[in-house]
């Protein structure tokens, strides 16, 4: 029986839960997840759980924050003046923006939770909304491409 190595070409059927709480990511509304095993295009936790795996087979994981999307981040909360939205957003608590950041020299668009109002000033969290969180899945194994 054929077993998934590094470079395979894999696709996986998967469902996300964070421990006492409801689903948080499924591959029944997206479509089965295809990555190259090693390649970098998924969770470290994923190419490591994938590993030795046959097809058909499922197995439950649980994957600590530094094996998914890192931990929190207290660099990436920032505080801005309410104009930076312009006339056209009035910024609340709880609202979700797709905004731009440089990071290490790259720019990237990534959604940006607004915490707070104060005023003028507005305090953004750019730390993706699963960071600093244990996450467990369940993975099974369709295909070995």
């Known amino acids: 029986m054929q077993r998934v190595k590094q470079g395979d070409q894999v696709i996986i059927d998967y469902e996300g839960t964070l421990i006492d709480v409801e689903e948080t990511d499924s591959s029944v509304d997206s479509g089965p997840l295809e990555f190259e095993v090693g390649s970098g295009e998924v969770f470290p936790g994923f190419d490591k759980e994938v590993l030795d795996m046959a097809v058909g087979e499922t197995k439950s994981i649980t994957l600590s924050p530094d094996e998914a999307y890192g931990p929190r981040d207290e660099e990436l909360l920032h505080t801005v003046e309410k104009e930076v939205f312009g006339s056209d957003v009035v910024p609340n608590p709880g609202m979700v923006l797709g905004m731009t950041i440089e990071r290490h020299g790259q720019k990237h668009k990534i959604p940006a939770l607004i915490l707070e109002v ?3 000033q507005v305090i953004i969290d750019f730390n993706h909304p699963l ?6 899945y369940q993975l099974t194994l369709k295909e070995i491409k």
């Not at 960071?131 to 467990?136: E, F, H, Q, R, S």
Request: glycine share 22%; aromatic share 0%; hydrophobic share 20%.
């Open 131 to 136: 960071a600093g969180k244990t996450l467990n």
């Open 118 to 120: 104060k005023g003028d």
